[in-house]
């Protein structure tokens, strides 16, 4: 066991792993943060993503020790300050883009991440992008929804409610 | 996953060092060795992180368009100035892969399904490692096989850049590898075709379609070729005959997508 250190929403964080480790692993069972969500474990599902110095990963597929030092970021740590919730996550709700919502934090970080590098984009930008963000209950038409309609974009013509 | 020491190294030759440990590993990305792992299929006594480096890490020059190891698929997306090849980088996995997984990573396994290899063997990319320079002709031997000797590591990739090039990829939807992929490169001394997700021996040139295009660089100068399924993968995705198939109409699109 090592001891690692990193930047977690924003906090400095401390806690104890392996090598072996994963990053989802270091969240939820010595952070006790359990937003990020284990699906998979095989990288295909991203429900586990989180990120990581800006940049989406799977957490399930990153050692901890690997984010040493990193700025780390979580569901979590996606409302707003006074706890409200953020503009993705009222998306999603308003939109119905969620029904189990186990894919859910991982969708919201998703989201996150295109919305910083692509803030309009396309309904096909938004479909590609989820390509590795696996949903089993809302057949994804109403995450496009919501992540249209996050964007700021008029998704009344988009039908399927 | 059995346990392992975590080894950060500050530079490449601290990395080789530790790679000399018996059992030890380089870690790249993580993106096929902790999956591998997890399946026990991988049981390194120390994993060396190469991801720490900046000596490793970025895209410099317009011809050639030169990689560090460590660079992610990402970076090279967004950065190199070698069009054919960022798009190739921007299709690998999905936006959280290509965060992590890197070129270093993916030429040293060398996936017989994998992109990057089509990549580095239609553009005769030379392979830098900590010992050597390694020409992409020489460098991939067989499936999951390459010119590499223990614990030597990739430090960067150098990459020609051609007049005309493209990347045409035959998605197999599932894991989002190649069942097909073909890179065709033209460069004024002539066309070369690399071809992976086919063979059983991994990635390949395609000469007859290179001396064929060189003449004359079109689709139509594809017609009279035929590929043989002989030696060729078949998997529930696609059979041989489907694969040796594909390569030609992949070829074509790629010709016709290069200009």
């Known amino acids: 066991m090592t001891e690692l250190s990193m930047t977690v929403n924003g906090k400095t964080v401390t806690g104890k792993a392996e090598g072996r480790t994963l990053l989802v692993t270091f969240l939820r069972e010595e952070l006790k943060l359990t937003g990020t969500h284990v699906g998979c474990d095989t990288s295909q599902c991203g429900a586990c993503q989180v990120h990581v110095n800006g940049q989406p990963v799977k957490s399930c597929t990153m050692f901890a020790a690997e984010a040493e030092g990193a700025d780390v970021r979580t569901i979590e740590g996606m409302a707003n300050a006074d706890g409200s919730l953020s503009v993705i996550q009222q998306a999603f709700q308003d939109h119905h883009g969620l029904q189990c919502g186990f894919c859910t934090p991982g969708m919201v970080m998703t989201t996150a991440a295109l919305l910083k590098e692509n803030p309009k984009p396309t309904e096909a930008e938004v479909r590609e992008y989820l390509e590795g963000n696996i949903c089993r209950c809302t057949g994804y038409h109403n995450i496009v929804k919501s992540i249209m309609a996050a964007s700021g974009q008029d998704v009344s013509a988009i039908a399927a409610e | ?259």
């Not at chain 2, 990459?159 to 460069?187: D, E, H, I, T, W």
């Open chain 2, 1 to 259: 996953m059995h346990n392992f020491d975590f080894v950060k190294p500050g530079s490449v030759a601290e990395a080789a060092e530790a790679l000399k440990a018996e059992d030890a590993m380089a870690l790249g990305g993580g993106q096929t060795l902790i999956p591998t792992m997890k399946a026990r299929l991988n049981a390194p006594s120390a994993l060396v992180s190469l991801s720490g480096m900046a000596e490793m890490v970025g895209v410099s020059g317009s011809d050639p368009v030169v990689i560090g190891g460590a660079t992610t698929h990402g970076q090279v997306a967004a950065e190199a100035g070698y069009p054919a090849l960022a798009a190739l980088a921007g299709q690998i996995g999905d936006p959280a892969v290509r965060s992590r997984g890197t070129i270093g990573g993916s030429l040293a396994n060398n996936d017989p399904a994998a992109c990057y290899p089509a990549a580095a063997l239609a553009s005769g990319a030379v392979i830098k490692t900590d010992r050597r320079e390694i020409v992409a002709d020489d460098f991939f031997v067989g499936m999951f096989e390459t010119a590499l000797e223990e614990g030597e590591i990739i430090t960067s990739v150098s990459f020609p850049v051609p007049a005309k090039a493209n990347y045409q990829k035959f998605l197999q939807p599932a894991s989002r590898f190649a069942l097909v992929g073909v890179f065709v490169a033209q460069f004024d001394s002539g066309v070369r075709v690399a071809v992976t997700g086919a063979s059983e021996e991994g990635v390949h040139r395609w000469s007859a379609a290179e001396e064929a295009l060189s003449a004359n660089f079109s689709a139509e100068a594809l017609e009279g070729l035929s590929v043989a399924s002989d030696g060729l993968m078949s998997d529930l995705h696609g059979s041989a005959e489907y694969r040796a198939h594909l390569v030609k109409v992949m070829t074509g699109r790629a010709v016709r997508a290069a200009g």
